[in-house]
């Protein structure tokens, strides 16, 4: 079994900057992919961005450009680094790991961006 611990959401004005994190309980090392989804009130989840194992990464045609993905091995953890933040970005993020015996997901993180 994998828990993974979310921190970094909260309150910030349009234009304004957020960084996620996401820890894994265990090494990421065994990982396949790892990264972020959100869901907005009365909308489906939708992926934000995705790191692989070898370390290419993915981001929604949405954040392209404002948001960075990152990966620390030693600490078994991703950052996502959210700039230029819009109302559109409110949502709940929920960190996501593919690991080789199956999926996590974290609890969810409240992003609000007020305009």
């Known amino acids: 079994q994998v828990q993974l611990v979310e921190s970094g959401g909260g309150l910030v004005q349009a234009g304004g900057s957020l960084r996620l994190s996401c820890a894994a309980s265990?090494?990421?090392?065994?990982?396949?992919?790892m990264g972020w989804y959100r869901q907005a009130p009365g909308k489906q989840r939708e992926l934000v961005a995705v790191i692989t194992s070898g370390g290419d990464t993915n981001y929604a045609d949405s954040v392209k450009g404002r948001f960075t993905l990152s990966r620390d091995n030693a600490k078994n953890t991703v950052h996502l680094q959210m700039n230029s933040l819009e109302p559109e970005d409110t949502a709940v993020y929920y960190c996501y790991a593919v690991f080789r015996w199956g999926p996590y997901w974290g609890q969810g993180t409240q992003v609000t961006v007020s305009s």
């Open positions: 265990r090494s990421i090392f065994s990982l396949n992919k």
